[in-house]
Nanobody
Framework: QVQVVESGGGLVQAGGSLRLSCTAS????????MGWFRQAPGKQREGVSC????????YYADSVKGRFTISRGKAKNTRYLQMNSLKPEDTAMYYC????????????????????WGQGTQVTVSS
C-alpha cells in the first residue's frame, strides 16, 4: 500500500525555524509529485508548496515565498520543507501529499488532485 508520512512539527517562537520531512513508500517515487499543504482550525486546506519528482521544479504560496523552501533529500523517497522566519499565522496542521504524476497539478495547489496523504504534523508558532 502507498503510505505517506510527515514529521518534524513542533512549537517554535516567531522568527524561528523548523524542518518538516516527508517520506513515502509503496510507490515509484520518481513518478509522484509531492506537495505540502496546511490547514488551520476553521479554514480550508491550502497549498504551501509542491515539487516535481524529476525536474525539481518548485511552487510556493505567496504567503511563504522567501521563507519556506521545498527540497528533495538524498534519499529519493524523502522531501523536506524548510521553514524559516516563522510567523504566528503559519500555525496549522501540515500535510504531505503525493500526486500520481511526476508534475504538480494545474493549479499546483489543487488538493483534489493529490491522492495520497499523510496524517499531518502540527506546527505552532508563538508570539
Amino acid at each position: 500500500q502507498v503510505q505517506v508520512v510527515e514529521s518534524g512539527g513542533g512549537l517554535v517562537q516567531a522568527g524561528g525555524s523548523l524542518r518538516l520531512s516527508c517520506t513515502a513508500s509503496g510507490l515509484t517515487f520518481d513518478d509522484y509529485a509531492m506537495g505540502w499543504f496546511r490547514q488551520a482550525p476553521g479554514k480550508q486546506r491550502e497549498g504551501v508548496s509542491c515539487i516535481r519528482s524529476r525536474s525539481s521544479t518548485t511552487y510556493y504560496a505567496d504567503s511563504v515565498k522567501g521563507r519556506f523552501t521545498i527540497s528533495r533529500g538524498k534519499a529519493k523517497n524523502t522531501r523536506y520543507l524548510q521553514m524559516n522566519s516563522l510567523k504566528p499565522e503559519d500555525t496549522a496542521m501540515y500535510y504531505c501529499a503525493a500526486r500520481n504524476r511526476s508534475y504538480c497539478a494545474v493549479p499546483w495547489y489543487d488538493t483534489a488532485d493529490f491522492g495520497y496523504w499523510g496524517q499531518g504534523t502540527q506546527v505552532t508558532v508563538s508570539s
